[in-house]
């Protein structure tokens, strides 16, 4: 049994436990009457609808659109509050998008045919699925927007396709149909990537829709099984991982449908039940393996049944509709503790310690063994490294680390908005803003940090030092984000033209420039080293028709194409002063993507841990990148380091993460510190700052192995 199978045990242990006592996981609080809810972030707040126009449900607190969206629909929204939408009718209406305080007009960038559009997702790069809808002739297609361009999604031969979500890379999830009737057409769930359409097939029956996908590309949706009942075909809800589809099972009855999930893969939807009494169906939580109806979990109810599960985000809060005698409602589920018994948390607390002490003797094992030679052989042995975990708060979100052991990124401050701030130490500082009510920071550099803030109706990158927030600007009018600083306070990010295309800049001395593309509209920069070296990704122009961005190095001038491995994209996110990238990349034709290495002129693919996804955030001096990868057993991402030729899984080589696992690693320093987001099957999530463990020292090695050498003659 392995040590990760051991823990699951343990876990699934102190679950049911709890479940057998009735302890509570969820309390539900009833939403605003006349809200209308479509989506939560992560932060907890909610889009909608009320009044007659878009909204968002923050803190108690409505905050309508009317004014600058009037007659609108909220329907989706991100990480930063940015919201996406329709305007006069969430299905026939005009997409727009609601980005750092300013209204864009998705809808107007759609080819003229279309008449009719909404959106329907929208990641926190602004990227935003929707679908549109022609006066006549052509049906409806998905779209993705991005800045200032439209990409419509076909069809698998049939008339139509919609799409559903969007993912941090820009996937999309949806259906398309394929050659049938009209009334009843034939359609297979889709993930849309670059250009190339995924039939994700279905569990054996002819057709199968996709609702949702995360960042580690696990969508998930219904489908038709090949099983034929009396009143029709049995259906179930489903998770697309590893090229396949998995029957998630049910509560017990005829069909199911899988509604959304987070970056933890916890999966929420509504199945029906075989019963005379209630509403014959009932919201679920899918987590590790099991289908759980979600009334059992929850505390207070009162006679109210939850019915269904909309959405679900990192935090483990989840929208739902619940009903009583009648009545429905809409609600939010906050996650709270169970108390475990004293004999499950003694079970748990001894099996960590246990797995703990296995990870451990296993690497301490050969100084016993190999004694002398252990000295002359230290690094090889002692490869992999060890790190001890401290802790952020959960409501934070990391997004970059600096070489004096600072954390960087957003978080809740004590009036619940979002701001930028630094931790070091245990100690954390909320910058100030532009002016708006929110900020994030993305970056650290001798005592800079930058990232972006509201600034009246507009987004604009900052740079901070010594208590002093200034603006960058912006190229042409348009919003600006900050991603990157060097040690010298030079600044790289992007900022929107006229015509909302994405622009790549470099402030430096209180100018702003734009560096340029590789040949077409769109650039961005995301990384600059103490030379000026800056990294980023740009559109190749007409001599890659077909491709997407591509990872570019810009120095002294000239932007260099660094290529791809061997797919339609790729795109650079740090730069080291050595001039070593790291990025991440489509390796062919198909929708699987790996990190990847730049350096000697030569782009290296660092592999993967066996699953379709994969994407490197951070390199330091010494050339070790850090990132996620996805395995191909779940589908579910894991945070690496890559060092001395080795992808290593983070969570293995880690103490003290309990039930945490590290889903994402965002940064390391010149000392190796590493900062990661967790997030456990339960959905608490925290950033975690990863130290690592001083290798002993040869000489102290060879020391410890003589006397065990002497011992061994003696005996």
């Known amino acids: 049994m392995s040590i990760r199978h051991c823990l699951s045990v343990l876990l699934l242990s102190l679950f049911a436990g709890a479940h057998a006592r009735a302890d509570p996981l969820y309390a539900f609080d009833f939403l605003p009457a006349g809200f209308a809810p479509s989506a939560l972030n992560n932060s907890g707040q909610i889009v909608g609808t009320y009044g007659g126009a878009a909204a968002i449900l923050s803190g108690g607190t409505i905050t309508s659109l009317g004014d600058v969206v009037p007659n609108s629909y909220g329907l989706a929204i991100n990480s930063h509050g940015d919201i996406a939408g329709a305007q006069y009718s969430p299905y026939s209406g005009s997409a727009f998008a609601y980005v750092g305080g300013t209204v864009v007009p998705v809808a107007a960038s759609l ?17 935003v699925a929707g679908n549109a809808q022609p006066y006549v002739g052509e049906a409806q297609r998905g779209f993705l927007y991005d800045s200032g361009g439209v990409h419509l999604i076909g069809t698998f ?19 398309a149909t394929l050659p049938s009737n009209w009334f009843d ?33 696990l969508a998930v949706g219904w489908s038709e099984t090949d099983v034929v009942l009396a009143n029709g075909v049995l259906t179930r809800p489903f998770a697309y991982r590893d090229g396949h589809l998995v029957d998630l099972g049910s509560l017990g009855g005829e069909w199911g449908y899988a509604r959304a999930l987070n970056n933890a893969g916890v999966i929420v939807g509504a199945s029906d039940l075989v019963t005379d ?76 310690v246990l797995l703990a002490w296995r990870a451990r003797r296993r690497r301490a094992k050969p100084a016993l063994v190999l004694g002398v030679s252990l000295a002359l052989a230290a690094p090889a042995v002692l490869a992999d490294p060890l790190y001890t975990a401290t802790f952020l708060p959960d409501n934070f979100t990391a997004y970059g680390i600096g070489n004096d052991g600072s954390v960087v990124g957003s978080g809740l401050d004590p009036d619940s908005q979002l701001r930028a701030f630094v931790w070091r130490d245990g100690t954390t500082t909320f910058l100030p803003t532009l002016g708006g009510p929110s900020a994030w920071a993305s970056a650290t550099n ?38 990157g600083v060097n040690a010298a306070g030079q600044v790289v990010g992007d900022s929107t033209d006229a015509s909302g295309n994405t ?213």
């Open 185 to 217: 057409p034939v359609r297979h769930a889709y993930l849309y990537q670059g250009g190339t359409m995924l039939d994700l097939g279905t569990l054996g029956g002819s057709s199968s829709e996709a609702y949702d996908v995360n960042d580690a590309g």
């Open 446 to 483: 001798g005592g800079f940090v930058v990232g972006a803030s509201m600034s009246g109706d507009a987004t604009r990158g900052f740079i901070y030092r010594n208590g002093e927030i200034r603006s960058v600007g912006t190229l042409y009018g348009g919003d600006s984000i900050a991603y």
């Open 503 to 715: 622009r790549a800049f470099l402030y430096s001395g209180g100018t702003l420039t734009d560096i340029g593309t590789l040949g077409g509209t769109v650039a961005a920069a995301r990384g600059i080293n103490d030379a000026g070296m800056i990294v980023g990704d740009s559109d190749p122009g007409p001599g890659f028709p077909d491709d997407g961005l591509h990872a570019f190095l810009y120095h002294n001038g000239t932007m260099q194409d660094l290529g791809t491995l061997g797919g339609g994209f790729s795109l650079a996110e740090a730069v080291n002063n050595a001039g070593q990238v790291a990025g991440y990349s489509l390796i062919g034709a198909e929708a699987v993507w790996h990190p990847f290495l730049y350096s000697g002129g030569v782009m290296h693919d660092l592999g993967s841990f066996g699953g379709d996804f994969g994407e490197a955030h951070a390199i330091n001096a010494a050339g070790m990148v850090v990132g996620y990868s996805s395995f191909a057993d779940d589908g579910f991402s894991h945070a690496f380091v890559y060092a001395d030729g080795s992808l290593i899984d983070l969570n293995a080589v880690t103490g003290g993460l309990g039930i945490q696992v590290l889903m994402d690693a965002v940064g390391i320093n010149d000392a190796g510190q590493i900062v990661a987001n967790s997030c456990n099957d339960f959905g608490y999530c925290a950033p975690v700052l990863l130290t690592p463990v001083p290798e002993p020292a040869a000489a102290l090695l060879l020391l410890a192995g003589i006397p065990v050498l002497l011992w061994r003659r003696k005996n």
């Open 111 to 127: 080819p003229d045919m279309y008449a009719y559009s909404n959106a329907r997702g929208i990641n926190d790069a602004g990227m």
């Open 277 to 352: 009494a209630g509403w014959g169906y009932h919201a679920f939580i899918y987590l590790d393996g099991h289908m759980v109806d979600l009334n059992t979990l929850v505390t207070g109810a009162n006679g109210w049944e939850i019915i269904d599960a909309t959405d679900i985000n990192d935090a483990g809060q989840i929208l739902g509709r619940a009903c009583r005698l009648g009545t429905c409602t809409d609600v939010r589920l906050d996650l709270v503790s169970a108390v475990p018994e004293p004999g499950s948390g003694a079970l748990l607390a001894a099996g960590l």
């Open 157 to 175: 031969g049939g008339d139509w396709s919609y799409a559903a979500a969007v993912n941090a890379s820009g996937t999309v999830a949806g259906t």
